[in-house]
């Protein structure tokens, strides 16, 4: 896809500008955010700048193959900085507590994906046609004439990989494609990315699975699926929320199902919902607009506030009236 060369080219001015950085990422990072912040980490260090990467949750145990260096670290007491960049975060409440610990800099940068980005930053970089955010960073990277070493390839090819499903998600591109051969090329190792991100789940995952097929339920015809995840499940199974990441592509995948939805209890009245539709007549996004929340078109998620039954009874409602709308 052709790039935007003049945000591109304002984004790289204030990079040359500057020299202290924090790459910021969203909470509960998947791949493509933990991918997209250490590649700009570990450029940026090539090239000689201050950086810190920080993000309020640990990152997810596949993925920490990743970051061999422990770069991605929690954040400090406020800091000084002259460029703040965020990466795959479609609005500042989803930086989560790092949003307090940046206030003090002098250019915010916002490189996102995301449908429902909300433009926060001073300069805001959202490409909703991108498949992944890793796609928007290896953009930077060929128009800076950064050099891709390996680890950054890694990490790039795991951002992309995972953002759309291993390539098999129809937000992918002819240059998605073209993207991954040539992070190949560069060192991107297929075998110890495929082991570790879709190969190597812990024994907890494995519990956590096996309640989900236990307890799914299917309703509206087999075309709505979703299941709970409660607090006592995660202390049942040894699971933390790191082993929630892409459950929801197993109930996704039984054929009759359109929409699939997790439920999981945050809090007292707080429930995080993630939707899935593999029908481009049914929008999760703006499903989850009316939850305030957002994201793509085929993947979106919101936390609502609620009673676990009202919060249920809410969201199938309106998957509900989506589905009926999508075939008026």
């Known amino acids: 896809m052709k790039q935007p060369t003049k945000i591109i080219d304002q984004i790289l001015e204030v990079i040359g500008k500057s020299q202290t950085f924090c790459i910021i990422g969203h909470i509960r990072p998947d791949g493509d955010c933990v991918g997209s912040q250490l590649a700009l980490t570990l450029a940026l260090r090539a090239i000689g700048k ?15 193959f990743l970051d061999k260096e422990g770069l991605i670290e929690r954040p400090r007491k406020s800091r000084t900085f002259d ?22 800099r002098k250019v915010f940068i916002n490189i996102d994906h995301h449908e429902s980005n909300t433009r926060y930053a001073d300069i805001n970089w959202v490409s909703a046609k991108e498949p992944s955010t890793g796609e928007l960073i290896f953009q930077l990277f060929k128009a800076a004439g950064w050099e891709i070493t390996k680890p950054i390839a890694n990490c790039l090819f795991t951002a992309i990989s995972t953002d759309t ?32 991100v ?69 809090g007292e009245d707080l429930v995080r919902i993630s939707l899935r539709s593999k029908s481009p007549n049914v929008n999760v996004n703006e499903i989850a607009s009316l939850f305030g929340g957002g994201g793509h078109p085929a993947a979106a998620g919101a936390r ?16 509900r009236k989506a589905l009926k709308a999508s075939k008026s």
Not at 177 to 190: D, P
Not at 214 to 241: C, E, M, P
């Open 83 to 104: 460029c703040v960049i965020a990466a795959d975060a479609a609005s500042l409440e989803r930086v989560g507590e790092v949003a307090g610990c940046i206030q003090d």
């Open 304 to 319: 609502v506030t609620g009673s676990a039954l009202s919060v249920q009874r809410r969201v199938i409602g309106a998957i």
């Open 165 to 196: 499903g291993s390539f098999q998600y129809p937000s992918t591109t002819p240059s998605t494609f073209n993207v991954a051969a040539e992070l190949v090329e560069r060192g991107a190792s297929l075998g110890e990315i495929c082991d570790e």
């Open 50 to 64: 201050d950086v810190l990467c920080w993000n309020e949750n640990k990152i997810p145990q596949k993925y920490e």
């Open 198 to 266: 879709y190969q190597s789940y812990p024994v907890s995952r494995a519990r956590l699975l096996r309640h989900i097929y236990r307890n799914f339920r299917l309703t509206h015809q087999n075309q709505i699926s979703y299941f709970w995840l409660k607090k006592r499940d995660f202390v049942r199974t040894g699971a933390d929320s790191c082993d929630a990441e892409g459950l929801i592509d197993h109930i996704r995948a039984i054929a009759p199902v359109v929409v699939a939805c997790v439920f999981e209890e945050m």
